[in-house]
């Protein structure tokens, strides 16, 4: 059965294979003994192979050991937990955060965690595939509107009745580029008492002087607002975060399965994160030239006949053809 489904996608040119590196990530990557210029990588500010960055992870083996042993919630967790947690909560100015084996997890955790059976959800038909499971997962019912339209939006929060009403969406998504209206949704938020859940996984270390979604915007975090956002992207390390009230962060901890589950991140990813964390926050040069070499290369491509269909950030889209 799979090998007749296997070769229906091979003769559509469909089928995905794994490219395993011969190097670290970077600019410049080996493949099979071959150098390529590599512009498929998230480690939007090379933080991966960052020297400060990786002297602490291995500070953190020494001091810690490699792997964490158990879920959080079964003695798994380290100071380092709570120490990497302490410092989002301050650089997303919320109350409190809490820590994630992944933006998958976090989102395919959070969003059934803070929803039921009497729970609306309202996601961009654009949104990541780990939100899209995520709603799937949950009890709640959901329904789609179309790409950043925020009157199409209006129109299904008016007609519906859930009890609880909660917007879902990416702040950069992450195969157009483009940004989503954030402060509009908090808007119509306020407006149809709904909770705003938003996955700032591309935003973070790349829009709002690297603090993401919400000062880019000029907004402030409120209570009404759920921020997730990863370790993977930006950071160059592993892991994600929700960032919120402290009620709402409790609760998630107290019922997010994946969260519950799940054997609680090694210390030397704690440590990489925090370290990178604290080189964001010192120095926002690294972010300046990430935007310059952006632009460089958006202009270059728009110059030779390539349409980056209306990318804001980054991410760079090229349309290469249909299948």
């Not at 493949?31 to 500010?45: A, I, M, Q």
């Not at 993401?212 to 956002?229: C, E, T, Y």
């Not at 070499?293 to 290469?320: C, F, H, V």
């Amino acid at each position: 059965m799979f090998l007749e489904k296997l070769n229906v996608l091979r003769e559509k040119g469909l089928l995905r294979e794994i490219r395993d590196r011969a190097s670290p990530q970077g600019p410049r990557v080996l493949f099979k003994g071959k150098e390529y210029v590599n512009f498929s990588s998230n480690d939007y500010l090379g933080f991966s192979t960052h020297p400060y960055v990786m002297n602490r992870a291995k500070e953190a083996i020494d001091e810690f050991g490699y792997g964490s042993g158990a879920s959080r919630l079964l003695g798994g967790g380290s100071m380092l937990h709570k120490d990497l947690e302490d410092k989002i909560a301050q650089f997303k100015e919320t109350e409190a955060a809490l820590v994630f084996n992944s933006g998958y997890s976090a989102n395919t955790g959070i969003i059934p965690s803070i929803t039921d059976e009497d729970s609306g959800i309202f996601s961009d038909e654009f949104n990541h595939a780990s939100i899209v499971d995520g709603c799937r997962l949950s009890k709640a019912k959901t329904r789609i509107f179309r790409h950043k339209d925020l009157d199409h939006l209006e129109e299904l929060l008016s007609k519906e009745r859930f009890r609880k009403k909660i917007i879902v969406t990416d702040t950069v998504f992450s195969m157009e580029g483009d940004i989503a209206p954030v402060k509009g949704l908090f808007d119509l938020c306020k407006r149809y008492d709904a909770l705003l859940y938003i996955d700032d996984a591309h935003g973070l270390g790349v829009i709002g002087n690297g603090k993401g979604a919400l000062p880019h915007f000029n907004m402030k975090p409120d209570p009404s607002i759920v921020q997730m956002g990863t370790f993977s992207k930006a950071f160059g390390s592993f892991g994600a975060f929700v960032a919120g009230s402290s009620d709402v962060i409790e609760w998630i901890m107290n019922n997010a399965r994946s969260l519950m589950f799940s054997t609680a991140l090694p210390p030397c990813i704690l440590a990489a994160s925090a370290a990178s964390l604290e080189l964001i926050e010192k120095d926002t040069e690294v972010i300046n030239k990430l935007w310059t070499n952006k632009n460089q290369a958006a202009g270059l491509l728009k110059n030779i006949g390539y349409d980056i269909m209306g990318s804001e950030t980054p991410i760079i889209p090229l349309r290469m053809g249909t299948v």
